[in-house]
């Protein structure tokens, strides 16, 4: 690289470094405008505040309901279900997707039934649950459960399947045990895969939990959402449907975060 080669890097680095930071602001813009529109639209006469009330008259039901601890004690509850839930399908998932991948006998045991299961809806299995699990908090965890599982068997069973096997072959000429071709070879090949059936998984995970707080629920931000709709209080339940929504966003972002550090090595097509 000649002297002025390197200037010229040197000159670009800042601007590049710039450049996520200011993606991140620009991706807040469309949001933004959604909510300044709705709120336009409800003072403006065009939304019935009645039937989707306005994004300041559901902060102010929010920040109510903070201060007096009732949404803190909801959100703890649909947060614990949640985390179990995604634990118990998450690890199952890894665990079934990892021996259907690496192993013959495995795969021809294993995912023949599993994906005979994938093709029903696991939503619709709710009167079924409730018969074997009843309407307690088994059943919430149960529907968080299958809706991770999914996900991430597959993906799971993916990223392993479409590693290449010429980088098998050669780590096994360069003296790998088959442990080590395991962690060398396979977990990094797979890792990309696995985040997106991770990703997946929490989507699928909330909207489980969505449903299965609304059967019977005590506690939960699903059982705030049909209380409120006893009374017809339609801030408290879009209050609850954001509550959700920001809590699958701070997922998400936090599994891309974690995507970006594991997977700082990988190199792929930036948008123009």
């Excluded at 019935?48 to 309901?65: E, F, I, Q, Y």
């Amino acid at each position: 690289m000649t002297l002025l080669e390197a200037v010229r890097a040197v000159a670009k680095a800042p601007a590049a470094a710039r450049r996520p930071r200011a993606r991140r602001w620009r991706r807040a813009v469309s949001p933004l405008v959604l909510l300044a529109a709705w709120e336009g639209g409800v003072r403006g006469g065009l939304l019935d505040p009645d039937k989707l009330p306005a994004p300041s008259s559901v902060l102010g039901t929010g920040w109510r309901l903070a201060a007096d601890g009732t949404l803190g004690g909801y959100l703890l509850d649909s947060l614990q279900r949640a985390v179990l839930g995604l634990l118990i399908g998450g690890l199952l998932g890894l665990a079934l997707g990892a021996a259907a991948g690496l192993v013959r006998l495995g795969d021809d045991a294993i995912d023949p039934p599993v994906q005979m299961a994938r093709m029903l809806p696991h939503l619709g299995l709710v009167p079924l649950l409730i018969i074997w699990v009843g309407i307690g908090e088994s059943l919430k965890v149960t529907l968080v459960a299958l809706g991770a599982f999914f996900p991430i068997y597959l993906n799971t069973y993916a990223g392993i399947r479409n590693i290449d096997e010429r980088l098998v072959e050669a780590a096994r000429t360069c003296g790998l045990t088959a442990a080590g071709r395991v962690w060398h070879v396979v977990v990094p090949g797979a890792l990309p895969s696995l985040f997106l059936g991770l990703r997946l998984a929490f989507a699928a995970g909330w909207l489980s939990l969505v449903v299965g707080e609304q059967v019977n629920g005590q506690g939960g931000l699903g059982f705030m959402m049909m209380e409120a709709r006893e009374f017809s209080q339609t801030d408290v339940v879009v209050l609850g449907l954001l509550a959700y929504a920001v809590l699958g966003l701070l997922s998400d972002l936090a599994l891309r975060a974690a995507e970006r550090r594991l997977l700082a090595w990988r190199r792929g097509l930036v948008a123009s």
